[in-house]
């Protein structure tokens, strides 16, 4: 029993919409921004899998690059929650839904 | 049963595990610490596919310190946690729908593709040969990247720092 190249893009689909549910269902932002934190990382996945299958190095090379800002995007991220969370004293999303000014 | 298939195949089980669990947690302290634990099988399973830096990588930079700034961050924040607002089930019914209709298709799709009966080999790439790939090759990306990062990380400050409001000038200056 060997592994197939399905299977793994199979785990990488299935973590991919994991990371959907995780930022549609959930109303804390930052439960929001694991979601997309888990979406990145099944992207990785898909990414290595396929360098693997063609047997180039250009699959691993892209997941430097979106490990990379994915970190970047994380930090403005919550450096945007705390501030948010100064302005305003929570994280549910659901204070966030009338604008003003 | 070869030990490639047994090491993916509960490296898997693993990822998806933690993953399902670190996304339906209410606690969000919890969630982040399932999230590190799939993060660790994710790098592993990198490896077993042949990227060892990359799982490296994985383990410094997600689980070392996005996950680890994620703490920091729900530490110094005081989230409510009210009772009312936790987990509701009509709150996940439908995206739990969603999921299962996309996961169904997109199985549909995997299985009309003539790849998807390929056996994979892993593909072991040592650290210089894709250092060298990637500044040969992707060198403007690099640069790119790292420009990338100074200005998230001018742009975190900034916000950190309380944004227009609090910034005062210096004395003497006009403002």
Redo the contacts between chains.
């Keep these: 029993m060997t592994v197939y190249y399905g299977e793994i893009l199979a785990l990488s689909t299935i973590l991919f919409l994991m990371g959907v549910v995780c930022a549609i269902a959930r109303r804390n932002l930052i439960m929001i921004l694991i979601g997309v934190e888990v979406m990145l990382n099944a992207a990785g996945i898909a990414l290595v899998a396929g360098s693997a299958r063609w047997e180039v190095l250009d699959g691993q090379a892209m997941v430097f690059f979106i490990m990379a800002f994915a970190a970047a995007e994380v930090a403005v991220g919550l450096a945007l929650i705390l501030f948010l969370h100064r302005r305003t004293g929570s994280v549910h999303s659901d204070t966030y839904s009338v604008m003003r000014g | 049963?070869?030990l490639?298939?047994v090491c993916?195949y509960s490296l898997?089980a693993i990822?998806?595990v933690s993953?399902?669990l670190?996304?339906t947690r209410v606690n969000?302290v919890h969630?982040?610490v399932y999230?590190v634990i799939?993060?660790f099988a994710?790098s592993l399973?990198?490896y077993l596919?042949?990227?060892p830096?990359?799982a490296v990588?994985?383990v410094i930079?997600?689980a070392g310190?996005?996950m680890v700034?994620?703490l920091f961050?729900?530490m110094?924040?005081k989230?409510?946690h009210p009772k009312s607002?936790a987990t509701l089930w009509r709150?996940?019914i439908f995206?739990?729908l969603?999921?299962l209709v996309?996961?169904v298709i997109?199985?549909v799709l995997?299985?009309r593709?003539p790849?998807?009966?390929?056996?994979?080999?892993?593909?072991f790439?040592s650290p210089v040969?894709?250092g060298t790939?990637?500044f040969k090759?992707?060198w403007l990306?690099v640069e790119i990247?790292s420009l990338?990062?100074f200005?998230?990380?001018v742009?975190?400050?900034y916000?950190?720092k309380?944004?227009a409001p609090s910034v005062r000038c210096g004395e003497g200056e006009k403002p």
Excluded: H
């Excluded at chain 2, 790849?115 to 994979?120: E, F, K, P, Q, V």
């Design positions: 049963m070869n490639f298939a993916f898997s990822i998806l993953t399902a670190a996304i969000q969630a982040v999230l799939s993060f994710t399973l990198f596919l042949g990227a830096l990359l990588l994985e930079i997600y310190a996005i700034l994620f961050v729900i110094t924040m989230t409510d607002k709150q996940w995206p739990l969603m999921w996309c996961i997109s199985v995997i299985l593709d790849d998807a009966g390929l056996r994979i080999m892993p593909y790439v040969e894709i790939y990637l090759n992707f990306g990247v990338l990062l200005v998230a990380l742009g975190a400050l916000l950190g309380g944004g």
